[in-house]
Nanobody, 114 residues
């Protein structure tokens, strides 16, 4: 059974940092392209960052240079290091595959105050 569990969110001031984690089970993790998404109230879910099984990455323009996606294939976990956070980064953050084909987890709330 596929299971995605996000954690690490919280309340932080602008300019601060957070590190999100997503533990995945029920998939061939090391062969799966993983991604982080976020959704703000009243907005559509947007793709934030992608990482291939081999570690190649790609980012949305809005987070390029501030966020870093990484993975540990031995732990079936994908991470999102978020630095220089801005109020507009406030959202619920989710992980999934690069196509969003898995059952979505509950996400983790990130709130950035000005």
């Amino acid at each position: 059974q596929v299971h995605l569990v996000e954690s690490g969110g919280g309340l932080v001031q602008a300019g601060g940092s957070l590190r999100l984690s997503c533990a995945a089970s029920g998939i061939l993790f090391r062969f799966t392209q993983m991604a982080w998404y976020r959704q703000s109230p009243g907005k559509q879910r947007e793709l934030v960052a992608i990482i291939t099984g081999g570690g190649s990455t790609n980012y949305a323009d809005s987070v390029q240079g501030r966020f870093t996606i990484s993975r540990d294939n031995t732990k079936n976990t994908v991470y999102l290091q978020m630095n220089s956070l801005k109020p507009e980064d406030t959202a619920v953050y989710y992980c999934n595959t690069n196509t969003g084909r898995l059952l979505w987890g509950q996400g983790t709330q990130v709130t950035v105050t000005s």
